[in-house]
């Protein structure tokens, strides 16, 4: 049923010298015309060099440089958009060999499945879910760490995850016997003995389901109506997970460094527009070692900056030659500490930046946490706060509104000159 729509599109990719550490990817539909779409498609993949050239992909200047780890990893950045027709197909990549890893996974393999059929809910097609992760996430044996990866999909559908599987989904699929996966994309290392200590390779898909049954519309008419029990896109996650000797102590702020504020909180989202910049604090401690760095994974223009240890800012203007505008980008990040020779690493959190005017999806949050949306606005006025304050909350509103967010939001403008904003929609 679905293969007779399906066309494997597989990129030939040769990578000589720089062992392969994970990849990430991504597609987004936009700008429907006709019969056909705008399908942007981005890739961040880690390999342990930077040093090697653009032959990776058989083109010159097609990838940029986003951050690294001096002599263990360096993440890039592959983007490409262009007209599309309703049709479903993979994109893939052989990225190589994969560091030396104890689950015994040698030759790399990420394709990702693109559900380019016209939705009948939101008369396009499906973007993908977007998450992101370091090429290298690290954890002392005797520490217990849950990576939660970033579940955001722009079209408000269910996500969830599992480990590859099959040969259209990796060469060798065994996962990590140290990790336990959960459909939330939740992973959990639990303490155990120093003979787990090592490089392993996780490969895993993340998957998006419509929360209703939904009809996809080909590109010659036909159509097919899908469940809620049906993935649409599937696309590759896979990153390098490192047990490191033991440490002196568990405890997050001691070796470990822990996360304070303002740094935001995972899942957090930023509201900005086209040639804006954004500026995201992050600040940690660490008394028993000393803090490095910052590490993170975001668009490949995005600067990073430190006023002192523990305290760091990475700075980001999205601009419409990059086909930024009208997308959400994920930002994940993790501070590094040193003590002797060892190495220690925080948590990982992620944050979602979206960009220009479009629709606000409500993504549900977990019991016991809210959900956080950050905007970068200034409304200038002679009206008074004391006497004029429901015409100040509207214009406010109106202006939120025009940004993404809901129109049955209520905004409540504080005494302080603060602005506290209700989503009436959300759980």
């Not at 579940?151 to 336990?180: I, K």
Request: charged content about 20%; aromatic content about 8%.
């Amino acid at each position: 049923m679905l293969l007779s729509v399906l066309l494997l599109m597989m990129m030939v990719i040769s990578w000589t010298e720089a062992v392969y550490t994970g990849v990430v990817m991504a597609h987004t539909a936009k700008d429907v015309q006709g019969n056909s779409f705008t399908l942007v498609r981005r890739y961040r993949f880690g390999h342990s060099s930077c040093g090697e050239t653009d032959s990776f992909l058989s083109c010159s200047g097609c990838t940029q440089k986003i951050d690294e780890s001096s002599g263990e990893w360096c993440l890039r950045e592959y983007t490409s958009w262009g007209s599309r027709s309703f049709i479903s197909y993979y994109y893939g990549l052989n990225p190589g060999t994969w560091i030396n890893n104890k689950n015994g996974i040698s030759i790399g393999l990420s394709k990702m499945l693109v559900e380019g059929r016209k939705r009948s809910d939101i008369n396009r097609p499906n973007s993908s879910p977007k998450t992101g992760i370091l090429p290298v996430m690290r954890v002392p044996s005797n520490c217990q760490r849950n990576i939660s990866l970033l579940t955001f999909d722009p079209d408000g559908d269910h996500v969830q995850c599992r480990n590859g599987s099959g040969s259209s989904e990796c060469y060798t699929c065994t996962p990590p016997s140290v990790l336990s996966l959960s459909s939330s994309c939740s992973q959990s290392f639990t303490p155990t003995s120093s003979n787990v200590e090592g490089s392993y390779a996780v490969q895993l898909i993340m998957q998006d389901f419509p929360r209703q049954t939904i009809t996809l519309t080909h590109n010659n008419g036909s159509t097919e109506s899908i469940s809620s029990k049906i993935s649409m896109s599937r696309i590759p996650v896979q990153f390098v997970f490192k047990v490191d000797p033991a440490a002196p102590s568990c405890t997050a702020g001691e070796y470990l460094p822990r996360f304070l504020p303002p740094t935001p909180e995972h899942g957090a989202q930023f509201f900005i527009n086209i040639s804006e910049t954004i500026e995201i604090n992050i600040t940690a401690e660490a008394t028993q070692s000393v803090i490095t760095e910052l590490l993170f994974s975001g668009p490949f223009s995005m600067t990073k900056s430190s006023s002192g240890s523990g305290n760091f800012t990475l700075r980001w203007t999205p601009s419409v030659n990059q086909s930024d505008d009208k997308e959400s980008h994920p930002i994940c990040f993790a501070v590094q500490a040193n003590a002797s020779s060892s190495i220690y690493q925080s948590e990982l959190r992620c944050v979602i930046v979206r960009v220009g005017n479009i629709p606000f999806i409500a993504t549900p949050s977990p019991p016991t946490t809210s959900r956080l949306t950050v905007l970068k606005l200034k409304i200038s006025t002679t009206l008074s706060l004391k006497d004029n304050k429901d015409e100040i909350e509207k214009a406010i509103k109106d202006e939120l509104i025009s940004r993404g967010l809901p129109p049955d939001i209520k905004v409540r403008l504080l005494s302080d000159g603060s602005v506290k904003v209700k989503e009436t929609a959300a759980p």
